[in-house]
């Protein structure tokens, strides 16, 4: 009798740990506690479960879901990392299969907690997201450093400008683009980012610009009617404080550069296209011919022709200023040497008069003749 009962029990006891212990429930309602064997399923979802970073800030709750998006699922035994895969959809063990990509993130969390309903006990569930998704863009155009940056998935188009260094001083700011997957999309209402998305941020009219030169670097400014170069450089950052002297504004559609001092630059009114050099010591000025010191004279804005042949000592008995020639990016030019403008770089030639011209060629010729006197002479003595 007694091995009869030893032997019932111990049936009885094989079928009670044989019992499912996720169905199984105690008199108090004990929380669940799942166990999860499949070691192979395991492995192959270790990409889904990497460890995630904390959000930047608050997410919208119609953020729309995408691959590489971070879930947290609360179990009643702890919590899992999960993340969306490259087919849009979560690998919930134990539950399946559920797919969430281009769904708001509201009805994502829905569709996740009713998933997880199939196995666990939703009074002891949860979900929200862990962190998002990051992907490449392309930022190109008017901005300081264009290129490629990786942006999360609620980043916004000026978002993206401002990480690549802002917009330059050119950048038309009201004429951004987005180009994706072969349409163009307006950015005027700052709309969330997608990857691959190409962003342009176009130059204003470049004849409706100016542009400086100083210490090496480059800034290029919008135009603006009536605005001194003092005021442009205040625009622009530009650091004026190393010992400049000399500025330099070209013309470029009149080929044409005009040189002030330093001090002018408070009245010097801009216009479009304006080419302006800052220098830390003035040019030269190149003098040559009928003078008494050949070479280069400091360059000056103020000197005539006639000021820079004076410097130099031009003896007006031998020099000719009527005929003054000014040779300029190697070309010849002829010049009024009273009112005559000088740039930095010239040549100014100052050719001597036909008198002393004249005068050489008659000692020239008294020479030859003195010559070939003396050789004749010397060749009949000795015959």
């Not at 490259?86 to 539950?95: D, N």
């Not at 650091?239 to 470029?252: A, G, H, K, L, Y």
């Not at 010191?293 to 007006?316: E, F, H, K």
Request: net charge neutral; with cysteine.
């Amino acid at each position: 009798m007694i091995r009869i009962f030893a032997i019932f029990f111990l049936a009885a006891l094989s079928l009670a740990n044989a019992q499912d212990p996720l169905t199984a429930r105690s008199a108090t309602n004990a929380i669940p506690m799942p166990t999860f064997i499949d070691e192979k399923g395991a492995m192959q979802r270790e990409w889904m479960l990497q460890n995630p970073i904390s959000l930047e800030g608050p997410i919208d709750s119609n953020y729309v879901i995408g691959p590489g998006d971070f879930f947290e699922i609360l179990l009643p035994n702890g919590s899992e990392f999960l993340q969306v895969s490259p087919e849009g959809s979560l690998a919930i063990q134990g539950c399946g299969m559920v797919d969430v990509s281009g769904l708001e993130l509201k009805n994502a969390k829905k569709k996740i907690l009713e998933k997880l309903k199939i196995r666990y006990d939703q009074r002891f569930t949860g979900v929200h997201l862990a962190q998002l998704r990051r992907f490449p863009v392309s930022v190109q155009g008017a901005v300081l450093n264009p290129g490629q940056i990786i942006v999360s998935g609620q980043a916004r188009a000026k978002e993206a400008i401002y990480m690549v260094g802002s917009y330059k001083h050119t950048a038309n700011k009201d004429s951004v683009y987005i180009y994706r997957k072969g349409d163009t999309i307006s950015t005027a209402e700052n709309i969330i980012l997608q990857a691959g998305d190409i962003i342009e941020v176009p130059h204003k009219d470049w004849r409706k610009t100016v542009h400086f030169y100083y210490a090496g670097k480059t800034a290029t400014i919008p135009y603006f009617p009536e605005r001194t170069i003092k005021e442009y450089i205040k625009e622009a950052g530009i650091n004026i404080d190393q010992n400049f002297t000399e500025v330099s504004i070209r013309f470029p559609e009149e080929n044409f550069t005009r040189w002030i001092n330093i001090n002018q630059i408070n009245n010097f009114v801009l216009e479009p296209m304006n080419e302006v050099g800052f220098h830390i010591q003035a040019p030269f000025v190149y003098v040559g011919g009928a003078v008494a010191a050949v070479g280069r004279v400091p360059y000056t804005t103020s000197m005539s022709p006639a000021d820079y042949v004076a410097t130099s000592g031009v003896t007006l008995i031998t020099g000719d200023m009527q005929r003054i020639t000014v040779v300029r990016n190697g070309k010849r030019i002829s010049t009024d040497w009273a009112t005559g403008e000088i740039l930095p770089g010239d040549f100014i030639e100052i050719p001597r008069t036909v008198y002393e011209q004249t005068k050489d060629v008659t000692y020239f010729i008294a020479s030859l003749v003195g010559i070939v006197a003396t050789t004749l002479t010397i060749y009949l003595a000795t015959r």
